[in-house]
């Protein structure tokens, strides 16, 4: 697992550029555009599980999804950040995208640190140190592990018919 650590108010349009808004839709279209104008070497080099550390405000901006789905595509296991905007954090939801907000983690964490999820216990491992994040509602990890709010409803509904 890799780290990747922005600064505060990282928007939309630096996580997704907005002039690929009307030609990119799928996964495999947003990831080589993904962070390009603020960090050129995330599309890259991102790894499944990567973890990406963040100021306050990430995802500003606009409504739009592909920053959140290409995050997502990208099996990036979670965004730490000090705070995030209301309408990313839902689209993260909506998409199974693991949002985190830890601000004392935000600010200890050092390149290099190892990092550690414990998300039942609501407590991250940051270079040794230990700290505390309100535990994850079970319905927001599953729909995280389902892989989105479309599929997990749809797992619902299946349930439900008993197919």
Known sequence: MRTWKYGDDIN???????????????????????????????????????IIFA???????????????????ADVAAVVAKSFARIFYRAAINQGLLLIECPAAVDAYRKGDAVELDLVAGQIRVGGQEFSFPSLPPEILA??????????????????SGT
Not at 28 to 42: A, G, Y
């Open 12 to 50: 939309t349009d630096m996580l997704f550029p907005g002039k690929y808004t009307y030609t990119c839709s799928t996964p495999d279209e947003i990831m080589p555009h993904l962070l390009e104008d603020l960090d050129p070497s995330f599309a890259g080099n991102v790894k499944e599980g990567d």
């Open 55 to 73: 100021g306050a405000n990430f995802g500003c901006g606009s409504s739009r999804e592909q920053p959140v789905l290409g995050l997502r595509s």
């Open 143 to 160: 729909i995280r592990d389902a892989g989105g709010l479309l599929e997990y409803t749809r797992e619902k509904l299946a349930q439900r």
